[in-house]
């Protein structure tokens, strides 16, 4: 088992959880993730790397509950532990392979919407301990809903927070800031990597290719076994079909297929439907909807 040594509510329904996985923080990088398992019969769920440790050989994850399986992780508490916690499963960020000179070169603009704020971190932290700052912009619906403002904030060169009802920082969407930054404010950029749900993604590439500014995505589609076998995570990227947990997750997010990908992921929205029922109505559910066994 692999024990949860720390448990923390960042907002409603979402969740952070240290958990003491040796093998996956003595090797994991920025960018990469990790499919866990809550018990034996539990459903394989992809989460991407928040943060790690390597001398404590923890590794930290950060999930929203959207379904039954996310529902069960936050059940669980401090000194219980996951059956499985596989890792670490897909690519690095392409800036860990860069020379860190020409890096340190670069103006790079992190955007990161709702929990893409999780996978975002990671980078912008370990550009800070090279010497490198980011620009990042943290978006969320409204400011409850906000998460890792402090943490961003101690490793990000400048850090702006928007929120979709104004209710806190800057008004409005993601893209709206990035437009006020280059078009307003005179700020230049040389890169821009996206990290959140993926129709704000696909906004933010349409703005960014009409700047003229290189972008890239981490793509979270449903993936079963992580290996590349399964074909759940297939995307088209520049008219060729990749693997988001094999290829990916990060891509060229001005050669991405959003679409496709996003009607993709409509097709097991009934069946996580069907798993959170019987999960809340436990024994009172009595299958009538003629899915269940």
């Not at 401090?78 to 000179?101: N, R, W």
């Not at 928007?162 to 800057?170: E, F, K, L, M």
């Not at 589609?221 to 076998?229: A, K, L, N, R, Y």
């Amino acid at each position: 088992m692999y024990r949860i040594v720390k448990k923390q509510e960042l907002t409603a329904n979402i969740y952070l959880m240290e958990v003491e996985a040796k093998r996956v923080a003595k090797s994991c990088e920025p960018g990469q993730f990790v499919i866990v398992r809550t018990d034996e019969e539990g459903e394989r769920i992809p989460l991407t790397i928040c943060d790690y440790d390597r001398q404590a050989g923890t590794v930290t994850i950060v999930f929203q509950t959207v379904g039954a399986a996310t529902k069960k992780m936050a059940g669980l508490n401090e000194g219980d532990g996951f059956q499985d916690f596989v890792g670490p499963l897909g690519c690095a960020s392409e800036l860990v392979k860069e020379d860190l000179e020409t890096l340190k070169k670069k103006r790079i603009l992190f955007v990161a919407g709702g929990v893409g704020a999780a996978p975002v971190y990671p980078q912008v932290k370990w550009l800070h301990e090279r010497g490198v700052d980011a620009d990042v912009i943290v978006g969320s619906k409204t400011k409850s809903l906000l998460i890792l403002e402090k943490e961003m904030e101690a490793v990000a060169g400048n850090l702006y927070v928007t929120t979709d009802d104004g209710s806190y920082g800057r008004s409005g969407m993601v893209t709206q800031t990035i437009k006020d930054l280059v078009e307003e404010e005179g700020k230049q950029y040389d890169l821009c990597i996206a990290i959140g749900p993926m129709i704000m993604m696909k906004f933010v590439c349409l703005l960014t290719k009409e700047l003229n500014l290189p972008t890239v995505v981490s793509l979270n589609p449903i993936m079963v076994d992580g290996t590349g076998m399964c074909g759940a995570c297939r995307v088209t990227v520049g008219g060729k079909v990749k693997f988001a947990c094999v290829d990916g997750p990060e891509f060229d997010g001005h050669e991405v297929n959003f679409d496709e990908a996003m009607r993709r992921q409509q097709i097991y929205k009934t069946a996580e439907g069907r798993a959170m029922l019987a999960l809340e109505e436990g024994d009172t559910h009595h299958g009538g909807c003629g899915n269940c066994n």
